[in-house]
């Protein structure tokens, strides 16, 4: 079997981190719908960035929009909009035929909102409004402003979700929020049924981040430069594998009242998956976190690693116990896996503003252009 679509043997969904206009017009995103087993998929600013500005792929909707009169953000929203919607009606049957389960793209809010609860709000309901998809995911940085908006959003029935997720206590507010917005609807008496949302928590970046810290100290040599040689690369699947932990907890029997009503349980989505250390293995942030009631999402070149070498089998629950003692031994050698978690959310929102902000200069130029022709 195809080892994409053996994932599903072990209750994890392969979701493609990517969307491209011609992805979806050219067939290729229905193919691996059919082929690969892909489940769902994800954008955020930087893949709209390389879609739109790296491709000529969009230069006359974009001329006939600017024609229109329309403003770059309102060029932006209508190119990425179009293209989330094309994309969420490719996996309909998917998401119809599983009863809500499968079948989701996600689309984010601007990044410059990371920090702004209202505005958050603001958009997410319009952009929700606006795809009018039941199989489409608002996603809102899991920052400190951003949770009273995951609970907002969620107890008014608006998908989430909730990504730039780097350390264990963020994620478990994360958790909380949607939890709490379900308990809010419900003390509404409104339906809880329907409802979905997925934590996503970035891998490759803690690694990237704390490889080099761990490799300082074991130049030094000695039981602590022994120490941190054995956990260099390692942190970021022993924090995975202790969120799933902190996942069945979470949505285990404190959850039953919920799910009695309907209610579904928040997915953890392990997101920043293709591999960003040329000496690790390409399905190093996929193979160690197979499990059920998982999603991984993945860039193409991922995917297609994962497709020519995996080995899928459950192994998510398999060395916890080394994953907390990985964890413990950080924090021994004076790194604070916390303030690491901070500091790759602020990077984190850098990382989508940029591409962002560049974007939308690409399109203010192309628009000139286009209105000096007419």
Known sequence: MNPLKALHTFGQSPWLDDLRRKLVRGGELQRLIDEDGVRGLTSNPAIFEKAIAQSSDYDDAIRELSAQGRSVTEIYEALTIEDVQAAADLFRPLYDESGGEHGFV????????????????????????????????????????GLPAIRTLISEGINVNVTLIFGLPRYRKVAEAYLAGLQDRAERGESVAGIASVASFFLSRIDVLFDPMLQ??????????????????????????????????????PFEALRAQGAKPQRLLWASTGTKNPEYSRVKYVEPLIGPDTINTMPQ??????????????????????????????????????????RLEDEGITKFTGPFDSLMETLAKAREEALAKV
Do not use: C
């Not at 702004?116 to 952009?127: I, N, S």
């Not at 398999?318 to 924090?331: I, P, S, T």
């Open 216 to 253: 300082e100290i074991a130049s030094e040599g000695g039981e602590r430069g022994e120490r941190a040689r054995r956990i260099v690369g390692e942190v970021a699947i022993a924090s995975a594998k202790v969120a799933y932990e902190m996942y069945g907890e979470l949505f285990g029997a």
């Open 106 to 145: 996600s689309y984010e809010v601007s990044p410059h909102l990371a920090l702004d609860t209202e505005g958050t709000l603001a958009e997410a309901r319009d952009l929700w409004k606006r795809i009018a998809r039941p199989n489409v995911m608002i996603k809102v940085p899991a920052t400190e402003p």
């Open 301 to 342: 070149e991922t995917l297609e690693a994962y497709r020519e070498e995996g080995q899928p089998a459950a192994r998510l629950t398999e060395g916890l116990d080394e994953a907390h003692r990985v964890l413990d031994d950080l924090k021994a050698l004076g790194l604070s896996l916390d303030e690491g978690a901070q």
